[in-house]
């Protein structure tokens, strides 16, 4: 997969777009990231990326809830080097700094995609 392909894949709590070294996530509206969706979201990236590093991006486009819990199991994934929470809410954005409590991974809150993108993929070896 070249730098600039990218894989859509639309489940029934949201939508990934699967890059080569990072998936960006856009949950839908009004949804509770529990632990099942964390499970299918977690199972779907280690059998796409395989044995390759990449980071997790979530653009909170809409309002969700986060089980934090969740994250105890998101740290176990082998290969994700990173995890990005992207917002232009100030709230959204402090909210998810006591996420960064329960996941053993580099995590860091954005108010732009760019800026989440390039500190992702400056944790990859793809660069």
């Known amino acids: 997969m070249n730098s600039n392909e990218k894989h859509i894949e639309t489940f029934d709590f949201g ?64 290969g994700l080097v990173a995890f990005a929470i992207v917002s232009d809410k100030h709230i959204r954005r402090e909210t998810a700094i006591l996420e960064k409590i329960f996941l053993n991974k580099p995590l860091r809150t954005f108010k732009e995609l760019n800026t989440a993108i390039a500190w992702v993929q400056s944790h990859t070896n793809s660069n």
Request: aromatic share 16%; glycine share 4%.
């Open 15 to 78: 939508v990934a777009e699967l890059h080569r070294d990072y998936i960006l996530m856009v949950m839908n509206e009004g949804i509770t990231v529990d632990f099942e969706i964390n499970r299918q979201l977690c199972e779907y990236a280690a059998n796409y990326y395989k044995n390759r590093q990449f980071g997790y991006i979530t653009h909170r486009k809409n309002s969700y809830s986060v089980d934090p819990y969740v994250y105890k199991e998101t740290s176990k994934l082998k």
